[in-house]
C-alpha cells in the first residue's frame, strides 16, 4: 500500500479517489515494499461491481481483484 506515487496526483494534483487510493500522494507517503519479491498490491477477494456488472468505477484504485 502507497509503495508507488498516484500516476493522476502527480499530473493533476488532485485525485478523485484521495481517500481510498492506493497510490502515494507525494514522496512523503511513500513507503518501502516489506517484499519486494511480492507484488506490492495483491489482492486476495474479487470486486463485487467488477463481478457483477463487469465494470468497476475505481479501476486501478480499487481495494479488490478484477
Do not use: V
Not at 519486494?36 to 498490491?41: I, L, V
Amino acid at each position: 500500500h502507497k509503495t508507488r506515487l498516484c500516476r493522476e496526483f502527480m499530473q493533476k494534483g488532485t485525485c478523485q479517489f484521495e481517500r481510498i487510493c492506493s497510490f502515494a500522494h507525494g514522496r512523503d507517503e511513500l513507503r518501502s515494499p516489506f517484499d519486494t519479491s511480492k507484488r506490492w498490491n495483491y489482492k486476495t477477494e474479487l470486486c463485487a461491481n467488477y463481478l457483477k456488472l463487469g465494470r468497476c468505477k475505481y479501476m486501478e484504485h480499487c481495494l479488490f481483484a478484477h
